[in-house]
Every structure is written in structure tokens, then in C-alpha cells.
């Protein structure tokens, strides 16, 4: 149950886009349409996973182990860049349909701050491994959903007329408030 | 066959490099900061145990307790930190008892993340009095509304999440230590 | 001279390239937390953007960008070791957007851009005024969303006691919302597009 509660939690309630603010950069830039959207968020998730189970290993058994956190984030870091040369050149080589797909979204993941960030809370937060591990694919799936929601919101108001100043930017983080205040609806489902 | 060659000299030499003055500056600040977590402990278990002059800090079962005693010596009670799971993240306490361990004598919030202006408001005085000495022979009661009564707490308008949590986290530590100071502690 | 005001108004980084969102929107719940957060990122811009523009010429380009994470976390993980050590209570409040600056996409924008293949300088000044301009759009947000939030600036009472706190402003959804009005008047004063 704890597990399941991690995964709701960070999903829906703590939503890394809408509540901690992580992952806006990439979520203001790929949501215009669909299909990019959903491309973004499927690679995310997928490194994010990665860098969990990774970064978890890592911090235990050597930044811990050897008394070194302070090394903490330039060891992240490099480790969430590697991470996704290495997912990039993996695809290409043997899946080379999905890396046409996801391809160019791989690059932005390194600067993504919700990879980081995912890393940093599960030390902050003293998660074990299984914990750590789903939280990793929960952020992933909760960053997805925030996206495909804005990605569609925005295919509607693309016909709208909107006022020039509020057209680009403006328009998007004034639907992002309201979608975080819709979130804010789900608070109470995870019990504390 | 140069260019790996390169490569990974300038990485390993920048690796090298940074990691050397992360340590300096590590070494610098960490005793430091040390020391104002030990400023904020103390602070925190004054404000819990006002009559409390000086303290000595034990581990009983894993567990740390500090032992406060007042100007003449005398036992005044027992300080002790507590924490889990509050609304928005962990919330961590301070708490002081008595030395016969059934009266609350007052507790301090150390870190919480609650919402400013909603749950945020256990960090104000007038949450925190309601747990002057407050008589605690079983577990500590919460009320939504009407007045509490003898063991009992107000939840805290709007914030009955952060404050149920609050009381929870008291209930769940009171009842450890009073098992360790029964059997091993005095 | 271009170099360095560039970025305090026309290429603003958060008002008018939309960089650098993360930090914007977390930590502005007020003054104190926004000024705090534009120094210590300011810092870690002109700090990293010295180096890499004196080591430049010596980066094999392959590892160009490792490289730069390298530095740049190095600076980051000093300014938290220093803040915690000197000011624990903002260090506290900042959490982890502290350590998250080294994904903040300004500045290894403005490495790639400009550090990299400028001399010390014009990287020093580039780096400074975007510094700077990243620095005022906290302080800007932090003031309005601290104001509406509970009539105070920096804490000192500007609205009388009449006002009620207005809980939204420190709430997520609240940051959202300040920081799109705010852009949308930007785009009216500058009057583009």
C-alpha cells in the first residue's frame, strides 16, 4: 500500500510539472501539439526510471558509503548525461523506429530539472530501493500527463483569438495556474 | 586514437580538479553547519522545556533523548525529536515531557514543508501553546470543532490534515519513549 | 556594454526567453527568497562563465558539454555548502532549487552561446547582465506574489491590517498565474509581437 500511495502521490497530488514547478522549460516548449507531447513524455519517463535505479545504487553504495555527498551533484549530473548519451545510442542502434521518434527529445532530457530533481528528492526524502524505483517511473508518468493535458488544451485555444500580449508564454502559464489549481483537487486522496 | 586521448585527460584532470576543491570547501563548511544544527537543537529543547538550565544527551535503544535538568540539578523532563509524514512532506519536531513522561510539555516545530498560511500555521504560537502542559496519560485527543477537552487539542481551522498529523506523529514517538525510559532508560 | 545589458531588459532571460522556469516559479514566494536565489544564480553564471571562457580553447568539443556539468555543478555544490553553513534558515527554504540551479537552462545556455567561444570579458559582462536580469525578474515576482499573498514586502507591512491573505498567491497554481500576467505586461510595455 505505501508503494502504491508513492506512486498516486507523484502522480497526481505532488505532480512534479504542477507542483514542485520541475520540468516547466520542456513543458512550455514541446506541448503545442500531440504527438511531440507524448513523445517527450514517454522518453522522460523512461530515463527518469533509469536514473532512479541508478542514482539510488550510487548514492548508497559509494557517495554514502565513502562519507564523499558532497561530490553529490556533480556525480548526478554526470551520470544523468551519460545516461542519456548512452539511451540514445542503444536506440539507434537497435531500435531504430522508436529513436526516430523519440530521438530528439533525448538531448533535452540532461537539462530537464525534474531528472535532477527526481534524484535529489529520493535522497532528501531517504527512499529505499523499490520506493525509489517507483517513484522514479511515477514522476515520469505524472510529467507525461501533465504535458498530453496542457498539449490539448492548447490544440483548442490555437483557434482562439487571444489578446496579443497574452499570445505564446503568457497563455500557457496562465493555463498551467489553472490546471494546478485543478490538481489541487486531488489533495486528500493520499493519506498521511 | 589523440582525440580519446584528450578526451579523457581533460575530463579525468577537470574531474580531478573539482573533486580536490568540492573537499576544501567541504572541509570548511562542514563543521559549520555542524554546529548550527547543534545551536538549533539547543535552541529547540529550551523552548520546549522552559525550565530547563542545562541538558546531557543520551541513546537509549537507538533512540536519542536529552535529559534536562534545571539550574540546581533537579530533573525537569525529557526532550526528544519526532517526525513522519505530514501534508505536503515530513514534518520534524521537537518534543518535551515531563520527567514522569505523561504530561506534554511543549513542542517545537524543526522543519515542515505545510502549505504558508494554511497548515504552515502549526508553526505559530497560538497552535503550539495548546501543547503547554498538556495532561497526556494515554494518547493526545484532536478536535475539529468546539473546546477541547482535558488531553485534547483544536485543529487547526482549514488544516485538520496537518494538524491530525502533527498529533500522530507525537503519539507515535510518546508511547516509544515511554517504553525505553520504563525499561532501560531510568 | 551591449554585452552586459542585453540581457537586463531586451533578451531578459525569464521575461522574454522563457529560460530558467523551475527556480522562478518555486522559490519567489517572497523577496527575500527571490533575491537570494538571483545572487546565488547570478553567481554560479559569472563564476562558471569565467572559466570555461579561460579554458575554451583546451575543451575537445566531444566532451564540450560534460565538461561544462562538471563546472558548473562544482560552483552549485559551493554555494549551497555556503549557504548552509552561513545561512541555514534561506538555505532551508530553498531546498532542493538550491542544487537545482545546475539544470537551470540559463546558464549552460549561455555557455553554449556565448562563454564558449568569447573571451573572458565580454563572458564576464554577458554573464553579469544575465545574471542580473534573471535576478530582478525573482525579485519582481517574489515582491507581487509576497504583496498579495499578506500585504508585506521583504516583511515590512505595506498593506494595513485590513487586508486578508490572499493563500493562493504562495500555492502553485498562484505562481502560474502572477508569472503569466506579469509576462503578458512585459509584452505590452516592450510592445512586440
Redesign the interface.
Known sequence: MEYFFIFVAIVLT?NFV????????PF?GVSDEMEGAFGMGIATTFVMTLTAIITWNINTFILEAFN?E?????T???VI??LVQLVEMFLRKYLPELYETLGIYLPLI????A???LA??MV??EYNFLESAIFGFGAGIGFTLALVIMAGIRGELSEEDI????????????V???L??AF?GF??LVP? | MKKIVRMVLVLTLLGLISGLALSLVSNYADPIIEENEKEATREAIYYVLKSADSYETEEVDGKVIYRALDSSGELVGYAFTASGGGYQGTIRLMVGVGPEVWKVKGIQILESSETPGLGGKIRGESFKSQFRDLVARGEIGLVKSGEPERGEIKAITGATISSKAVVKIINTELSRVRSILSTGGE | MQDFVRGLWKENPVFVQVLGMCPTLAVTTSLINGISMGLATTFVLVASGLVISSVRKLLPDQVRIASFMIIISSFVTVVKLLFEAHIPEISSQLGPYLPLIVTNCIILGRQEAFASKQPVGRSLLDALGMGIGFALALVVLGGVRELLYQGTIGGFQVFGTWYKSMVIMVMPAGAFISLSLLVALFQRISGRK
Open positions: 505532488q504542477l507542483h514542485y514547478f520541475l520540468g516547466i522549460c512550455l564523499v558532497f561530490l553529490e551533484y556533480v548526478f549530473i554526470l548525461a551519460s540532461t537539462t530537464n530539472c531528472v535532477l530533481g535529489l528528492f532528501l526524502r489578446p496579443k500580449p497574452f499570445r505564446g508564454t503568457a497563455i500557457t502559464l496562465l498551467a495556474g489553472l494546478a489549481l489541487m489533495s486528500g498521511s
